[in-house]
Each structure stands twice: as C-alpha cells, then as structure tokens.
C-alpha cells in the first residue's frame, strides 16, 4: 500500500480586521496593529456591546463577479468568495492548469443571522400599539423582503459560490461546528487530498461574531467587561482578561498535493503533517471545559505528524481571552507540549467566529515562511493558571520551523493541525 500523498500550503487568502490580502495582514502583525474598535451602534449606550473588530475598506465589487450575484451574498459569503480569489492568486493557479473534478472546496461555516436594516420594515408592520405581534409574521413578512432572502444565509453558500466561480467541481462541503469550523474544514480538505480525490483544495472558512443581529442572540456572558480603550480589550492567558471581543473575517488556504504543486511550478509555502479532532461534552455551562479534548487533539495530531512535543517551534493557540477556555487551553498545552512559545492572534481582532482559525493559521504560515512569530497584544501580567510561554512584547524568531494551531468550539469541538516548513 503505498503512503498518503504529501498535502501542502500553495496560496493564502485573507480578508480580517487588520488587513485584506496576506501581505497587508502580515505587515498588521508584525506591527502590533489592533483591529478593535468601539461598536458604533451601541456607543455611549448602556449595553454589553462595546467592542469589535470589523473588517474596515472592504469592497465586495473587486472580487465577486458577476456583480449582480452580490446581492445574493451576505458579507459572510462576500468575504469567503474574497479570500478564496486571493488564494487562488496568490498560488498562481489559473483556470485551466487543473481538472475541474480534481479540485474542490471544503468550508468552515455557521448560522448566519441576517442585517438588522434588511429586517426594519418587516419589524415595523408586526407592530401593534407599539407590541410586536410575532402571529403578524406569516401575513406580512415577505411584502419587504428580497424574494431570494434565504439564499444571502444558507451556511452551504459560501462554498457553492466559491465552487462555481473556479469551476470546483471536485468534494465539496460544508462544516458548522463554531470557532473550530474552519480548521475542521482544512484538516479534513487534506484528507481529501491525502486518499486521492482531489489534487488541490480551497479551505477555509468566514464567520462573525461582530454582525449586530447575531450578538443578542448568542448572548453576553462571554464578551469582554473591559472598560479600557478598545485595542486593550482581548487578553488571551492575560490575568485581567474578562472575555471575548467579536470580530468578523474569511481565510483560505489553497491546498495541494506535493506532485501536483511541484508539476506547476508552485511556490510551496508550508507542509500539513498532522491533523486531528476530539469532543469533550460541555458540561451544561459555556465556560465549563477541561481542555481534555484539547490536549488529546495535539496529542493525536503529533502522532500524526511523526512528532514529539519538543519538535514544535510555536502555538498557535485558539486563546479567546475568555477565563475558563484559556485556562483549560493552557493548561493542556502545558501538558503535552511543556515550554513550547505560545501566541494568541485573537489579541489582533477578537474571535472571528467560523473564520478564525483559518485567518490564524495563515498567521502561522507566514511565520514559518518570514522567520518571525507575532507577539501576543497585551500580555502584560502573567495569570498563574495560564502555565504558559506567551510571546509577547516583540515578535519570536523561528529556531524550528513547525508549528501546531489549536482551535475549540463552545459546544465542545477541538482541533489540531500540525505545518511544517520543509
């Protein structure tokens, strides 16, 4: 039986609070560049909402074509389509350079929650004597929405798009599974790759947290409490962290099959050695998690990847800033990979929901391919339940070029993935 093919890192796309493009992106990290910013909506408000990172000078027009198909995308979709088309850039893949049946798409998703301004008029003819009456709803709703409304949040479209405008007629699917979506999608695009089905894969993900209508609706438990300027506000391990901070972004990866990179003459950026997942239920309470599916995930990936602990240059780690997920995180990463330098880029632009760990990752390869590792925004007092090496103050130089980026979701997912650079 021969061994799996080798799956690499050809092309990057990304679209986030501190920069649209890898290059830009980059350039925001190493300088120490926030993307958090007051939520103008509730600005001098008495509302949880204070801040967010949003993605700023992004125009869907110098993507998406046919333009007319905008109107069907929400900015989800907007941003995914965008990220996907500087991927494929940046690799250098052409149309034509590939079977259309042998590249496909593989996306991090979620529940995507509809504009507040598309649903004002609708809300307003529910109104009653100033009481909204939800039995109004069936009868009125459709006269002032766009008939093809649905089609702008089904979680599946993103990826549909993406597969049309490249003529992805290879897998394709959709993963929703929270803040692990996206590293979900690229862990199981490199399978796809690695038993033969396809020969380059699109993956990634979009989400955000920082859409106004979908923030009631998760709840603010989790959200940050701090009182500071905005650009203080995500902490991750840091001992006066108080929360998350909502963001919004898409990345992805263009990922390919060794031979298949080295034929076309493609610049390869990194190497996906090892990839793995567990669960560990909840408990009932957002916060309650022991980091039990955490430490197994790196455990399994490193096998995966042929690896020790000792043999990881930095992590990337999932770091939301919120106390008892980065406590468990740390925790775990202690455990099974000790001293190893740590660095949370959710201190850059909050947590981007199904897009954060692709926009992450990316983190990481750029890392591996310039030789530094970002430091970590406002780690300025150690928390002791927090074991961990953050780098912070000044960016890391790589002395080993591997990495492994961690990711978890609020229900339990967790995720490892394992780069190298060759």
Not at 103 to 129: N, T
Not at 262 to 274: D, S
Request: charged share 20%; hydrophobic share 45%.
């Amino acid at each position: 039986m021969s061994p799996p093919r080798q799956v690499v890192i050809t092309g990057l796309g990304v679209v986030s609070p501190v920069g649209i493009g890898a290059l830009p992106f980059w350039d925001s990290l190493l300088a120490g560049q926030s993307g958090v910013d007051w939520l103008s909506e509730t600005r001098g408000a008495e509302l949880p909402f204070r801040y967010v990172a949003r993605i700023k000078d992004f125009d869907p027009k110098l993507y998406v074509q046919p333009r007319k198909t905008i109107k069907v995308m929400c900015q989800e979709i907007q941003t995914a389509y965008a990220a996907a088309a500087l991927a494929m850039e940046d690799a250098g893949l052409a149309s034509g350079q590939i079977e259309p049946e042998r590249l496909g798409v593989v996306l991090g998703s979620e529940m995507l929650y509809g504009e507040v301004a598309e649903m004002l008029g609708v809300y307003r003819r529910c109104l009653e004597d100033d009481q909204f009456r939800v039995e109004r709803w069936g009868e009125v709703a459709f006269k002032d929405l766009f008939p093809l409304w649905m089609l702008k949040y089904l979680p599946n479209m993103a990826a549909c798009h993406i597969s049309i405008a490249h003529d992805a007629r290879g897998p394709n699917n959709s993963i929703v599974a929270g803040g692990a979506s996206s590293l979900l999608a690229i862990g199981e695009a490199a399978k796809v790759i690695e038993r033969g089905h396809a020969d380059a894969m699109l993956a990634g993900g979009s989400g955000s947290y920082a859409a106004f209508s979908g923030l009631p609706f998760r709840g603010w438990d989790q959200l940050t409490k701090w009182q500071g300027e905005p650009a203080a506000a995500s902490r991750p391990f840091e001992a006066r962290r108080s929360g998350l901070v909502p963001g919004e972004g898409a990345a992805l990866l263009l990922l390919e099959a060794r031979e298949h990179a080295e034929r076309r003459g493609a610049t390869i950026l990194a190497r996906i050695t090892g990839f793995a997942s567990r669960y560990e239920a909840p408990g009932g309470a957002w916060q309650r998690r022991t980091g039990r599916a955490t430490g197994q995930s790196i455990e399994a990936a490193l096998q995966a990847a042929g690896l020790r602990g000792a043999d990881i240059g930095h992590v990337n780690a999932h770091g939301e800033s919120s106390i008892e997920a980065d406590r468990a995180e740390a925790q775990a990463i202690r455990q099974t990979l000790g001293n190893v330098p740590v660095t949370a880029l959710k201190s850059y632009f909050g947590d981007l929901a199904a897009a954060s760990g692709a926009v992450e990752l990316i983190g990481s390869v750029l890392s591996l391919v310039h030789g530094r590792v970002p430091a970590t925004l406002n780690y300025e007092q150690p928390d002791p339940h927090c074991p961990v090496n953050v780098i912070h103050a000044a960016p890391l130089p790589v002395e080993r070029p591997t990495a492994i980026a961690l990711n978890q979701s609020s229900t339990g997912q967790a995720a490892a993935l394992v780069i190298v650079r060759d």
